[in-house]
């Protein structure tokens, strides 16, 4: 199949133990998104960023995106197209308008946005995740038109949680796949 990765990391970076790693060393399809800053991040940046990477795209491409770069997905979405993105995997998405779970050095990513994307997702949630609560992952994946899976209590689905190749997450990135 000619389907890519395109790994889009959140806030700080996805360091060495993070799944998104494992899954880049894996995936010789993916590639992944690299911000000029990863600790003070800027919406228009990070959006300019990735536009200037889809515009690249030759081939049919799936965004892996977490935490920040969720609504990252969403942002860019909203007024940017491209062909060859036909689906997302939308992995722990931090509520960017909630001070109680993010740092304020992301609200400039807020307002979260909500509309149906144009293309199929699957939000991927964790019960007992710092940066949203389930209930509002389970609504930015109704008014996302996104299917809706809960791993559990996993944390942040991040290096924290300590997944490795996270094999669970394979399994639904495959069911996104088969679904388009």
């Known amino acids: 199949m000619d389907t890519q990765l395109l790994i889009l990391p959140g806030l700080g970076n996805s360091g060495d133990k993070h799944w998104q790693t494992f899954w880049h060393e894996k995936f010789k399809n993916s590639i992944r998104l690299v911000q000029d800053n990863w600790d003070e991040p ?13 515009s690249k795209l030759e081939n049919p491409t799936i965004l892996v ?20 993105i036909i689906g997302a995997l939308l992995v722990a998405p931090a509520d960017v ?15 979260m946005p909500l509309y149906k994307l144009p293309f199929p997702s699957i939000v991927v949630a964790s019960e007992n995740d710092p940066y949203a609560s389930f209930e509002r992952k389970q609504y930015f994946a109704e008014k996302w038109g996104s299917d ?5 209590q996993q944390g942040h689905i991040n290096s924290d949680s300590d997944l490795k190749y996270w094999e669970e997450g394979q399994i639904i990135l495959q069911k996104l796949i088969e679904n388009i």
Request: aromatic letters at 10%; hydrophobic letters at 40%.
């Open 65 to 84: 995106a977490h935490s920040l770069a969720v609504s990252l997905v969403l942002h860019w979405a909203e007024t940017n197209y491209n062909p060859n």
């Open 42 to 54: 800027v919406k228009e940046e990070w959006i300019n960023r990735l536009s200037e990477e889809i």
């Open 97 to 111: 308008d909630s001070p109680q779970h993010t740092p304020e050095i992301i609200r400039n990513f807020s307002p």
């Open 148 to 152: 809706f899976v809960n791993v559990g």
